[in-house]
């Protein structure tokens, strides 16, 4: 043989399974050898001394695939991983030399000695040697060591590519297990004050206060860490917390309005607790003129939820913030590319309007 292709089956390499890259390489042999065949026919066509084709192609076979996988296995890592560029060509170099030594020798010289046949069966080998040496080599480089180059690239860069999507991933997910893990404790320690207070002034909500956050510290413990839960599940832990903080004022003007299907809606837990948070924490939730509206309408794809209340400038958290952070920390991991989320205050109004997509299938 002459020439052969070169492979263009090298960028089906994905390296992502044992079977697909086996598969590559079948098709890379398959696909090269037939057209060595192919090639080898028209080139003895027309010839005098017609050497076996199947000695041939066997013997072909086995210097290729020896010269592919010392490149592939051995010279590729040892070299270019240790970034030895130089060293890398100087044994390609070197591997192309012995290719054509070790083809000459076996195809020109063993086989026209033992069965009467040689490959290309030049008259005059000291005449014509230039061309044989050149034409190899350049054959080994172009067929052989470039296509295995080529996928060896290719499946090493795509193994760096999973572990790098997998190491983002697993940051992600701990990122986001401490974001939510920082809710619970949050969530707690602003409960506890409230009740504090209710017990401290006899109220007599006392009880049903502790109650009612016992049933909601049981679904942040059940639930909390799950990556997504059922919307109606996120809704009436909502409205727990709303009733719990009702319970501190009778005069509480808050109106929370449903608008929707929620049935078969998924969200990530705990998700939208905190803008309500900032709502009796920061905001004035007494005032008639100006009820605190929170508006949660759900479409086939699309979750909308509003937050609108009038600013108590008299009193000032020393934690705040944790709460408007953490969330949107929250949502840049769990909803990228998922989520609007507008923060504004006009005069005395505050206002958070987020939309996010959200599942309809169980995760």
Known sequence: MKSGPLSLFSVLCTGMKT???????????????????????????NQIVRPDPNLILFSNIILFAGVFYLNYCILLPVFFKKRKFLALVASWFV???????????????LFQKWWGICNYCYEDYSRQGGAYIFGNAMLCFSYI?????????VDNWLKSERQRLRL????????????????SPHFL?????????????????????IQKLSG???????????????LNNEISYLQDYIELQQYRSRNTALRFDLSGDTAGKY???????????NVFKHGVVTDAAHPVCIQLETTDSQLSFTVQNKINRHTKDPVSGIGLKNVQSRLALQYAGRHKLKISEE?????????????????
Do not use: C
């Open 347 to 363: 005069g005395n109004i505050f206002t958070v309007h987020l939309v996010l997509t959200h599942k309809t299938t169980k995760p």
């Open 145 to 153: 060591i470039l296509p295995g180059s080529i996928i060896w690239f």
């Open 189 to 209: 320690f602003n409960s506890l004050n409230n009740i504090y207070s209710m017990v401290y002034h006899h109220s007599e909500n006392s009880l049903p206060a």
């Open 168 to 183: 983002q991933e697993e940051k992600v997910a701990a990122e986001r297990a401490l974001l939510q893990s920082q809710v």
């Open 216 to 230: 909601m510290m049981r679904y942040v413990i059940a639930d909390g860490s799950a990556e997504e839960i059922p």
């Open 95 to 109: 591997l192309s030399g012995l290719f054509v030594g070790v083809r000459f020798l076996v195809q020109e010289h």
């Open 267 to 277: 969200i990530a837990p705990l998700i939208l607790i905190s803008f309500v948070e």
């Open 19 to 45: 079977k697909v890259r086996i598969w590559v390489h079948v098709i890379y042999w398959l696909y090269t050898m037939f057209f060595v065949e192919f090639l080898n026919k028209l080139a003895y066509r």
